[in-house]
C-alpha cells in the first residue's frame, strides 16, 4: 500500500501563470503530445513498423498465459468450413436459394448458387458430426468445468462453432483463436469467454493451434482449411514438430481435393507421408482413432506414459 505524502513535491504543480502567462498552455501541449505517452499505453507507437518485434510477442503472450491460467494443457484442434452451418440452417437458406432462382428463370448465377445451397446443404450433416466430436472431448477430462484437454478452433462459425458448441452442451470449456481482418467479424458463441483470443498475426495464431495441439480433426472446408492442415502435415513430414494423429472427415471430398497418391506417383512426396492422416466419417470413429493412436504410442491422449 502506497503511503500519501503530507506535503506535495515541487513537480506535483504546474508552473503558475501569475510566474509566466504562457506557461500553464505550453504545459498542457507538452502533455497533449503523443511523445508524452508511455510507449505500453501509445497505440500509434505500438502499431509502428519498428514495434512490429514487440507486437509479436504480445499476440503470443498473451493468450499463452491466460491459457496457462486456465489450465489448459492439451488441445483437440478442429478445423473446417465457415459455410458449413448446422441442417435446420442450411435447409432455410437452400430454400431461400431456390425461391431467389425461380423468380428469375435462365439466370445462370442464381441458379448456380442454389446449386451451391444444396451441396452445403448436404455438407450440414458435418455440423453434428463436429458438435458430438465436441461433446466427446469434453467428456475426456474428470471436471469439464475445469478441463485440460479442450476443444480448440479458429473460433467462427460453421464447423468450428459446432465443436465449440458441443463442449459447450457438456458444460466444458473450449478455446477460439480468432484473428483480426479488414472486414468486420464475430466470434461463434459457444467459446468460454475467457479462452476467446484475437490474433494480430496468423502466424501466432497457427503457433498456438500447434503448441498443444493432441491432434488434428479437419472437416470439409475451402482455403483457410487447407492452410492450417497443409503447414500441420509440413511440419509433421519434416519432424519439425513431433507426432500426433490427423484426421480428415469426409473421405470423398478430401480425396477429389488432394490427390495424395498422385503426388506419391509423381515423386514429389514420399509413400509414408501419405500414412500420415487417415479417414473418418462420424465422431464416434474419429475419436475412436486419436485415442487408439496414443495407446498404440504407449501414451495416453493427455499425454502421459501408458501402463
Not at 460453421?158 to 464475430?186: C, K, T, W, Y
Request: neutral net charge; hydrophobic residues 45%; proline residues 8%.
Amino acid at each position: 500500500m502506497k503511503t500519501p505524502r503530507r506535503a506535495p513535491l515541487p513537480w506535483q504543480t504546474a508552473k503558475p501563470a501569475a510566474d509566466d502567462p504562457g506557461a500553464p498552455a505550453r504545459v498542457a501541449a507538452i502533455m497533449a503530445s503523443p511523445s508524452y505517452l508511455p510507449g505500453d499505453a501509445d497505440p500509434a507507437f505500438l502499431q509502428r513498423e519498428d514495434t512490429r518485434s514487440l507486437r509479436l510477442q504480445f499476440d503470443y503472450l498473451k493468450p499463452e498465459l491466460l491459457l496457462q491460467a486456465a489450465g489448459v494443457r492439451h488441445a483437440i484442434v478442429v478445423f473446417g468450413s465457415t459455410r458449413i452451418q448446422e441442417p435446420a440452417a442450411s435447409a432455410r437458406r437452400l430454400e431461400a436459394a431456390r425461391a431467389a432462382a425461380a423468380a428469375v428463370p435462365g439466370d445462370v448465377e442464381a441458379a448456380r448458387r442454389a446449386a451451391v445451397a444444396a451441396r452445403l446443404h448436404g455438407y450440414s450433416r458435418h455440423y453434428e458430426v463436429a458438435r458430438e466430436l465436441g461433446r466427446l472431448v469434453a467428456g475426456c477430462n474428470p471436471d469439464p468445468r475445469h478441463a485440460s484437454t479442450v476443444v480448440m478452433t479458429g473460433g467462427g462459425p460453421g464447423i468450428m462453432e459446432a465443436a465449440n458448441r458441443g463442449a459447450f452442451d457438456a458444460g466444458a470449456q473450449s478455446v477460439g483463436l480468432n484473428i483480426s481482418l479488414p472486414h468486420e467479424q464475430f466470434p461463434n458463441p459457444y467459446i468460454t469467454p475467457e479462452l476467446c483470443f484475437q490474433f494480430h498475426y496468423f502466424a501466432m495464431r497457427k503457433l498456438h493451434f500447434l503448441q498443444r495441439a493432441r491432434a488434428l480433426v479437419a472437416f470439409p472446408g475451402g482455403f483457410g482449411t487447407l492452410d492450417e492442415l497443409f503447414e500441420a502435415l509440413t511440419l509433421l513430414q519434416t519432424r519439425k514438430t513431433g507426432m500426433l494423429p490427423v484426421v480428415l472427415v469426409d473421405e470423398p471430398y478430401w480425396r477429389r481435393v488432394i490427390d495424395i497418391p498422385f503426388l506419391v506417383d509423381e515423386g514429389v512426396i514420399e509413400p509414408e507421408d501419405a500414412e500420415l492422416f487417415w479417414f473418418a466419417e462420424d465422431a464416434a470413429s474419429i475419436w475412436r482413432g486419436i485415442v487408439t493412436w496414443y495407446r498404440n504410442a504407449g501414451n495416453d491422449i493427455f499425454g502421459g506414459a501408458g501402463a
